[in-house]
């Protein structure tokens, strides 16, 4: 369970906690004496379990669209007031308005959500006066003014805490999935420079050997001509493993550019980043490796970073076209394509590889990432 789930479980706990405290003591006192108007205490509990539904509804996990949620806490302030406005009012009602603060702080820039606080707060001015009387108002509302100050503050810190966290697991992730690549592109080096010197060196004179010794059997005689024919022959041999070495050294110089992809999803808490790339994929040139690698290294950055998404599915696979990446998330997506400094440089990347790539979206509907890189592309 990632941070921001953790923190809608315990806005669960907390805020079905106060609506509690608020509730059970005028549902006991009101048990326990007789009920001079039943409708009016009837309509103050439907206005708690209202209260109740609509956040319970805000703190779903599926909930991740901003207006929903503003439209869930002004029914939960409509609520509050409801309570406040009934007779069984006992004073405790204003602090279901720390709970709602606890939610726009996450919802609001700091400006539109102390608006928020304080038009809340002089609606429970109002109410209270007509309730009671002007000095239980003016205790009660400026009273719980502070708490969802605090309240919006505690949320804001703990958004950009877990953006930041976020971020921070999302550039680990990169550079792991990076780390592979070079590695494997390390490795690869290395058996190419060891089947270099094996074939150059030691093949050349394993060659001059097997020359020298077919010239010298022609030139011995008796027993002495046999025991070159078998050193020749030995010679050929081991000419052949050399061979054989160096060719199954260059035979494994593919890029294994599935274990890089499945390195990055593995470092990415949240969204939850999906692979689908058959288990034995690989890549002959590590310049267009880089390229795919790159490429859903930016996507994924931007579905953190700007997306709000849940899930980010990757899948790539090979076709007649060469190699086709397509990328997707179900975040808030965006009414138009603004092409920044990330999505420019994918761009750039597939183009100077003889690749195209295409971006799709729309409000609502995630982003979508098309992309084509030709087999043996260069620039």
């Known amino acids: 369970m990632n941070f921001r789930d953790d923190y809608r479980r315990l806005l669960r706990i907390g805020g079905l906690s106060i609506w509690a405290a608020v509730g059970v003591p005028v549902v006991l006192i009101t048990s326990l004496r007789p009920v001079r108007r039943p409708d009016l205490y ?20 599926r909930r991740t669209r901003k207006r929903p949620g503003l439209a869930l806490a002004a029914i939960q302030a409509g609520a509050v007031l409801a309570l ?7 004073g405790l009602e204003g602090a279901l ?14 400006g539109s959500a102390r608006l928020w606080i304080g038009a809340q707060s002089a609606a429970m001015f109002a109410v209270m006066w007509i309730h009671w009387d002007w000095h239980w108002s003016v205790v009660l509302a400026f009273a719980y003014v502070p708490f969802q100050l605090i309240a919006d503050a505690t949320t804001r810190l703990l958004a950009d805490e877990t953006a930041a966290r976020e971020r921070l697991g999302a550039a680990n992730a990169e550079l792991e999935a ?12 290395e058996r190419s420079r060891i089947a270099r010197e094996l074939h150059d060196v030691l093949g050349h004179h394993l060659t001059a050997l097997s020359l020298n010794l077919e010239i010298a059997s022609h030139r011995t005689e008796g027993d002495a001509r046999e025991r070159v024919v078998t050193a020749q022959s030995l010679t050929k041999l081991l000419l052949g493993d050399v061979r054989a070495v160096v060719g199954a050294l260059r035979s494994d110089d593919r890029l294994d550019l599935a274990a890089a992809l499945r390195k990055l999803a593995e470092g990415i808490p949240r969204p939850r980043v999906h692979v689908a790339i058959p288990a034995e994929f690989s890549v002959d040139d590590p310049v267009s490796a880089e ?10 950055t931007n579905a953190v970073r700007h997306a709000q998404a849940e899930n980010v599915w990757l899948e790539v696979t090979r076709s007649d076209s060469g190699i086709e990446i397509h990328a997707r998330d179900d975040g ?3 009414a138009m394509v603004r092409s920044g400094h990330g999505l420019s440089g994918m761009r750039e990347r597939f183009e100077q590889r003889g690749g195209a790539l295409s971006v799709a979206t729309a409000p609502g509907r995630g982003f979508t990432i098309d992309a084509v890189l030709p087999v043996g592309a260069a620039p």
């Open 84 to 90: 406040m406005a009934l007779p069984p009012c006992f």
């Open 291 to 300: 390229v795919l690698l790159r490429c859903a290294q930016e996507f994924v």
């Open 97 to 110: 308005f720390v709970v709602i603060a606890l939610q726009t702080g996450a919802l609001l820039p700091k």
């Open 42 to 61: 009837v309509a103050w509990v439907i206005a708690l379990a209202v209260f109740a539904a609509a956040f319970w509804r805000a703190t779903s996990p």
């Open 178 to 189: 990076t780390r592979e690549l070079l590695a494997q592109s390390t490795r690869i080096a």
């Open 332 to 334: 808030r997506g965006a």
